[in-house]
């Protein structure tokens, strides 16, 4: 019997400390850890967790992410709930295992603090590694803070475990700016954390062995299209049970989330849409120009996979000019994330102007002085009823203009 | 919202005491943020810890802010790094030192025309007195709860009690003598 934790209704807590008191009261069965900052303390915790007594699990050091991520996969087709955490280059190292888990479709649960990818060696945040786990078949979800760091962690393993999804969870968190910085934080008390996430129910798990089942096999051109689209659709598929497990969520704490998040967009002309922490920071920013006269509002991505497409649109239709922040390194194309946006955009009716800013990199501060500025440029853009500026610009850089390609419509 | 810049090498404590700070402040149903700005910092390296106070949630993640306090708990840093950047008008300070206020001024042109605003206490020599190795977070909070006015002593010390549970309890009796002098001596 696990020793009772003593919480209170509020405390301080940062990022990380949050996402490991999700994975204590979720009961997470087995961590498979190889640590790297800043995400280090969420399986540390874990592990003096399970040390201490509070929490019957088991945790397994190993000698890399990639046999981190492995071992997740084994534990996790045996029946276990199963939760780990990585940055940066470790999410890199495991990068082929994650699309093993989803193909697999196990319902692990992985804490990722961003931060930049090498080289030059840094250990602060940006989104480098998030966007290169775009691809894998893995829902992700951003936390903006260390409260939704908690709150997302508990959700994920609810819709990552219900039986018409069966995906692995990415939780997103940004490195330093949201796992180093300590805020006040509501936690559920455990019992109702525990009823929240409810009972792991396994499916084919492999130590049922009465009914033996085949994990990671292989399938050439006959079979292995058919597997990838019907992954494809799950992950579609698994938009309505995000949704209501949202919903369930704020039936419980008051808290609402929602795939696509706006702010002050009932009639906003223009627009800051971006990930993380940056969120909180421009929405400060959109009430200054508010205050000055411009309509502006923020839009921000809960959940970028499944991209939440139709919500984005929505969102955005009245709009005149559109701000997407990149905080990655683009690596000569526009953006992962301004390619998102202005894709869903050109199917809309209205086709706002779209620009890109590449930001933040290596943990470069977001300040709202900066964000203030970006608003003021797309009011120009709105202005003018053209883009005025380059379409890829580079916000918060040192030294001379950095910026590709222009346009003179509208 | 108040916001506090600290300045510190690596090992005084300087994000503990941002931390700790939070911690309390956040009894009192304010919302806070507490967090550091280090590299991989090895202990002795110069870093800046902050916190943010409100009564409303706090959206800003920025690093950068205009402080309303600026608490200095390495005496050399204060001569060294720039502790005025970014500051207001009524931004206050409070300085780690062991020399007069006249002597600390004297060698720091940046807070010229300032000195209403400047306080001192020698934070090192209270925690080597009270805690017994050289810790001036603990009695820079202390000078920090007299100077900003933000809490009554007698809650601060109790609510800081809890903060350090884990601790024995010959470190929680230090703690709390280094708080109550650095409150009674920073002038």
New interface residues.
Partial sequence: MAVKFDLNEREVWDGNYAASQALRQADVDVVVAYPITPSTPIVENYGAYVGNGYIDGEFVMVESEHAAMSGCIGASAAGGRVSTATSSQGFALMAEVLYQASGMRLPIVLNVVNRALASPLNVRGDHADMYLGRDSGWIQMGAFNAQEAYDLALCAFKVAENHSVRLPVMVHQDGFITSHTAQNVYPLTDEKAKAFVGEFVPVDDMLDFSRPVTYGAQTEEDWHFEHKAKQHKALMDSRTVIDDVFAEFKELTGREYKRVETYDMEDADVVIIGLGTTVETARVAAKNMREKGVKAGVVAIRCFRPFPYDEVREALEGAKAIAVTDRSSPGGAMGAFYNEVAAAMYTSKSRPMVTGFVYGLGGRDFSIEEAERIFAEQQAHADAGHITTDIQQFSGLRGPHLGFFKTARG | MTEIRWHSRAGQGAVSG??GL??VV??TGK??????LY??AKRGAALRAYNRISDE????????MNPDFVLVIDPALAFTDSIEENEKESTKYIITTHLSKEELLAGIPALKGKEDRVFIADCVQISLDEIGRSMPNAPMLGAFVKISGMFELDYFLESMKRVLAKFPQKIIDGNMKAITRAYNEVK
């Fill in positions: 941002a931390k939070g911690d956040a009894t919302e806070v943020q507490a967090f550091a590299g991989s949630q706090i959206f800003n993640h920025a690093k950068f």
